[in-house]
């Protein structure tokens, strides 16, 4: 640790280096690829100060530790802890501790104030949204207790997301286990994109470009900010084998032999069934002649279809995910998806090839689908087409504890809270 200060609690506080905030990362509950050395390299690829922190206790072990990332603001710079700090406890000493350091970090920054987001859950939901544990106002009354200003709770999109989808793999050792733990509507995705051609591969980033314009598409039709390619070339460099980068393409070829085969079984179904109503006509084999027919027709149409996108190449892009791996979960991150190829359901196959192969395959057994909007009874509302894709996989809700803010500079603070407020009457 660096030159350290003996906090009122009596613990030390101090800087860390990034080894060390990683270790704490990996072995504590709260851990995540936000508070590791990635983020303090991404960070510093992209023009911030980031300072790691961190806490031990009287015999000299690292009990919370953070990275505070600085960014020059309208009254100077502000301080964020992306899912941080970290705590190995929620004790009220502990949590003053890290207090102190974070403030002593601020100071030296010429900080205005510092904003956190704890990885800590308040309150779990089912997948429909219902109350499946009691709140966690312990970790609010600590933080408050400490300093920080809570934020209080809310729907919808924020600068960190406060309502995460999760899916528990614990057990699932198999591909057959886990396409048996999603739902129906999602097993059929998974397996209609295996059939139609479709193939999963991680790319690096000499393909980034077709990454980030699948994500400018995406971003353009569902009126959400992108990231652009150097930004994902960053993210790639700053945590590298952690960073993963999917993508789904469509082989035409094999679609075109697939759905070839399955037009002629149907042409001699419907063959055989119109044989059979001409020699003895019933309403049930009226009624399943009906169905083979549509059938049929469907897979002639697509097969005409395909004839169009076979003129663009003979491998098609058709959506694109980042994920990120710790030691405590895979995160899906961005995505993006081109609306023409929609029908091949690629973005569902591209989930469960990463469940399979970054999380089953690695005994890592939680999935973050990260954010939704946290509504789950309006059918209206602007997440709602997220949440239900989210849902097909079968996992559960989290209610985050939310933003808290710790003033420094009570003056700045102060009068940057008013400008705020004016701005935004």
């Known amino acids: 640790m660096g030159t350290t200060s003996l906090s009122t609690t009596g613990y030390t506080f101090g800087t860390i280096t990034p080894d060390e905030l990683d270790e704490l990362s990996r072995t504590a509950a709260q851990g995540s690829f936000q508070q590791a050395s990635g983020q303090v390299r991404l960070a510093e690829a992209r023009g911030h100060e980031a300072e790691c922190i961190g806490v031990r206790d009287a015999e000299g072990d690292l009990v919370a530790g953070c990275v505070v990332i600085y960014l020059n603001g309208r009254f100077g710079a502000d301080g964020s802890i992306y899912f941080g700090p970290i705590l190995t406890s929620i004790e009220p000493g502990l949590v003053t501790a890290v207090t102190e350091a974070i403030r002593d ?66 057990g699932t050792t198999t591909a057959k286990e886990l396409m048996a733990s999603f739902g129906k509507r999602a097993q059929w995705s998974v397996k209609r994109a295996q059939s139609m051609g479709v193939h999963v591969r991680e790319i690096g980033p000499d393909e980034f470009g077709v990454f980030a314009e699948i994500e400018r598409q995406t971003g353009e039709r569902r009126g959400f900010a992108t990231r652009g ?173 939310g933003q808290f803010t710790l003033p420094v500079d009570r003056l700045r603070f102060a009068v940057s809270n008013w400008a705020h407020k004016l701005l935004n009457r």
């Open 105 to 170: 970090s601020a100071r030296r920054h010429h900080a205005v104030s510092v904003a956190c987001w704890p990885n800590i859950t308040y309150r779990r939901y089912s997948s429909q949204g219902e109350p499946v544990s009691t709140p966690n106002d312990t970790v609010i009354k600590a933080f408050q207790g400490a300093g920080w200003q809570h934020g209080g709770f809310h729907t919808g999109y924020g600068v960190v997301c406060q309502w995460m989808y999760v899916k528990d793999l614990y």
């Open 229 to 401: 390619e150097d930004y994902f070339r960053q993210f790639k460099e700053a945590y590298g084998d952690a960073a993963h980068f999917m993508l789904a393409e469509i082989h035409i070829a094999e679609y075109v032999a697939d759905m070839t085969a399955k037009r002629e079984a149907l042409a001699k179904k419907v063959a055989d069934l119109q044989a059979k109503y001409d020699e003895r006509p019933t309403t049930r084999v009226e009624r399943q002649l009906g169905e083979e027919s549509r059938n049929l027709a469907a897979a002639e149409k697509r097969l005409a279809e395909v004839e169009d996108f076979a003129k663009r190449g003979d491998v098609l892009p058709a959506a694109a995910s980042m994920f990120v791996s710790h030691p405590n979960e895979v995160v899906y991150q961005y995505s993006g998806s081109v609306e023409e190829y929609k029908p091949f359901y690629a973005s569902a196959l591209i989930q469960y090839e990463a469940m399979l192969h970054l999380c089953v395959e690695q005994g890592i057994s939680r999935y973050n689908f990260y954010g939704i909007s946290g509504v789950f009874d309006d059918p209206d509302d602007e997440g709602r087409g997220v949440l239900e894709f989210k849902q097909g996989f079968n996992g559960y809700a989290e209610q985050m504890v």
